[in-house]
């Protein structure tokens, strides 16, 4: 799948994305493809897949303790990209983009990676620890494309160059510091979602930190729509387990009716 | 004899060959591109240098003595001179480096340092530097050592600083180093993160190295001093590779001296529990920088095993593995009872007990009496033993099991 051209069409329709993301063999490796099932059900734009990691410190503690499930449950990169692969033949309209960190990427190998990652129809991959200077280091035959990160301390220079990248989105990190729910969001949050997309002039993603319907308005003005992990975690993790895939559309639909206000050519 | 040096390598991106670099995220690149560029202006700074030399001699009592530890020569069969970093003051030779960096941190107007420890050696040299120039300090330490290691949890506690325990993982200094990082994306305005070993993504590798090369330096001059020539070979323990960066870095240089780091093998390398990360692991990402790691084959961080908690750690310093890559050093291993073994045969021998992190280097000499080369033996010294009196005596059940003396003689 083209994740440009498919992101710009969206957005082009007034649309505003929502992007869940969803840690690969959380709560368990047999919830994953109904899960990922359930999230293109409810209203999902695209999906971040996260590949489990020991050390994942780019998370807080509700996606550490979902990483550690999964790898206690034998969850784990090439797994994860089959699971992908069987999710995009029944559902080739969703796309999917790999979470994870650099050392599962290298320990495969990025010939090896790229390959697996082609053939299973991952769209996109976001490392957080892997700053564009470090791509080369992955970057082989049909490896998808690589989305870059922008923070609120992120200088405009340096926007402008994530820009130049010509990726099909930047994920923009809306705080200073690691994944988990916020209750409240700092009124400077739109300011950088703003300033990212004026100076790298990509679509732009909001991750980190999004708890609640509520907080999607003043956000999603300022974007191309959101992304949801800790507060998805947490939903599944007090869920019925015997209805998770219910769990998760229920938890979607009001992030998805919050989004298509602010789309709606009313506003 | 200038403080800080100049050298080659790494790189202007951080690299020492394909090791070391920036694996971090986004929000962190602003952060040590800031500290990149105050330390290359610090260390071109007359007065930085004459501020770190004042308190390198007044605060820490350098230049520590080279020692000619004679029963132990006897032993051995050839000269051994101990550089004594056990006498810096908090007892280990971590203290040269928070002294470096807290002078920076302060130059730079943060007002919160904050640093992972594993024994807490780190946190003490940490605790005392920050106590010393009045700057807030927060200590990330895992839960597992704080239990382990409750002596240097008070000492820093009165020195002021915060002990944060650290819950995630394995509970020791990888996840202590995880926890640590996670406060400095968040609190990345204020706060410096002051790392204790050469580890960590550019420019920390190369700015602890130059803040440790003070070992190095004084016992080059030192040895030419008493032995009227150069070392044969120079010995260090290696846990991140501070102190044996900082000793290797003065003779990196002189092809004629041999330069051994010595990792802890724990129960064995042919078993699952050791910390051998340069001798067992493979190239890849941990803490910010690529360099070997012990990690299975899914590239997951695993576990590290030591009787000492400073050297029980899964990664090491990038310049290390392009050094063992290159040849120029060589990697080896002790397990936990030939430290051990160390450990009482210094205490007996010389009256000097020794910290285990330093007893792996002390243990690689012993394990080759005989065969070591003509000339003089350097070995640092890294530390002081006391810290690990209530781990030995749970080890020896209030005995000395291992004669060691009689053992070798
Ligand atoms: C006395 C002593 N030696 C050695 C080490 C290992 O660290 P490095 O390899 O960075 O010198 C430590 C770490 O805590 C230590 O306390």
């Not at chain 1, 402008?160 to 994920?171: D, I, M, Q, R, V």
């Not at chain 2, 024994?119 to 927060?138: I, S």
Request: hydrophobic share 40%; glycine share 10%; proline share 7%.
């Amino acid at each position: 799948m083209d994740l440009s051209a498919y992101i710009s069409e969206r957005i082009a329709s007034g649309r505003k994305l929502l992007a869940p993301y969803l840690c690969s063999g959380f709560p368990d490796p047999s919830a994953t493809l109904p899960l990922l099932e359930a999230l293109a059900d409810g209203g999902a734009d695209l999906i971040e897949l996260g590949v489990p990691f020991s050390d994942p410190l780019a998370d807080g503690p509700v996606l550490q303790a979902a990483s550690l499930r999964a790898l206690r449950a034998g969850m784990n990169l090439e797994k994860t990209l089959e699971i992908a692969a069987e999710f995009q033949r029944r559902r080739p309209e969703v796309p999917v983009l790999l979470m994870g960190y650099a050392n599962s990427v290298l320990a495969m190998g990025r010939e090896r990676f790229a390959e697996k990652a082609h053939e299973a129809g991952i769209a996109g991959v976001l490392i957080p620890d892997l700053p564009p200077e470090n791509w080369p280091l992955i970057q082989a035959p049909g490896l998808p494309s690589l989305i870059p990160f922008a923070a609120p301390n992120t200088p405009i220079s340096r926007l402008e160059a994530l820009g130049k990248l010509s990726t099909p989105f930047l994920y923009a990190v809306s705080v200073l510091g690691v994944t988990g729910t916020r209750d409240a969001l700092s009124n400077e949050v739109p300011a950088f979602l703003s300033r990212a997309r004026r100076h790298s002039g990509l679509p732009v993603l909001a991750g980190f930190g999004v708890a609640r319907p509520e907080q999607v308005p003043a956000l999603a003005r300022a974007c191309d729509g959101v992304i949801l992990g800790s507060a998805l975690a947490k939903a599944l993790d007090s869920a019925d387990p015997k209805d998770l895939p219910g769990a998760a559309r229920a938890f979607l639909a009001p992030f998805r009716d919050a989004l298509d206000v602010v789309g709606a050519p009313c506003c | 004899m200038p403080v800080l040096s100049e050298t080659a390598l790494p790189s202007a991106l951080g690299y020492f060959g394909p090791y070391g670099g920036r694996f971090v995220p986004e929000t962190l690149k602003p952060a040590l591109d800031e500290l990149e560029a105050a330390y290359e202006a610090a260390r071109r700074d007359p007065t930085f240098e004459a501020e770190f030399r004042e308190a390198l001699v007044t605060f820490t009592c350098r230049p520590t003595p080279l020692y000619p530890a004679r029963r132990l020569s006897e032993l051995v069969g050839a000269t051994v001179l101990l550089k004594r970093e056990d006498l810096n003051h908090t007892g280990a030779h971590k203290i040269n480096n928070t002294l470096g960096q807290i002078i920076l941190a302060k130059r730079m107007g943060k007002t919160r340092v904050i640093a992972e420890t594993g024994a807490g050696q780190h946190g003490v040299a940490t605790a005392a530097a920050a106590a010393r120039l009045g700057l807030r300090c927060e200590v990330h330490m895992g839960e597992e050592d704080i239990r382990r290691q409750q002596l240097n949890v008070r000492r820093m506690e009165l020195m002021g600083a915060k002990v944060i325990p650290a819950k995630s993982g394995t509970r020791t200094l990888k996840d202590a180093t995880n926890e640590a990082i996670r406060d400095w994306v968040t609190n990345v305005e204020d706060t410096f993160y002051l790392i204790g070993s050469v580890v960590g993504p550019h420019p920390y590798p190369v700015m602890v190295r130059d803040f440790q090369a003070i070992i190095g330096r004084e016992s080059r001059e030192q040895c030419l001093k008493v032995a009227g020539c150069l070392p044969s070979i120079a010995v260090a323990c290696v846990g991140g590779g501070s102190n044996a960066m900082g000793l290797f870095h003065a003779f990196i240089g002189d092809p004629d001296v041999q330069l051994v780091g010595v990792e802890a093998a724990g129960r064995g390398v042919d078993t699952a529990f050791h910390a051998a990360t340069l001798t067992l692991g493979k190239p890849g990402v941990l803490h910010g920088a690529m360099s070997y790691l012990l990690q299975d084959r899914d590239g997951q961080i695993q576990e590290a095993h030591s009787i000492s908690a400073g050297l029980d750690y899964p990664g090491v310093g990038p310049e290390h593995a392009f050094l063992k890559d290159s040849g120029r050093v060589r990697y080896e291993s002790a397990t936990d009872d030939e430290a051990l073994c160390a450990f009482e045969l210094l205490s007996e021998l010389e009256g000097i007990i020794p910290a285990f992190e330093s007893s792996h280097a002390l243990a690689w000499i012993l394990r080759n009496a005989g065969r070591l080369p003509a000339g003089p033996v350097l070995l640092c010294l890294s530390g002081r033993g006391d810290k690990d009196l209530d781990e030995y005596l749970l080890r020896t059940q209030k005995e000395k099991s291992h004669g060691p003396v009689g053992l070798y003689l």
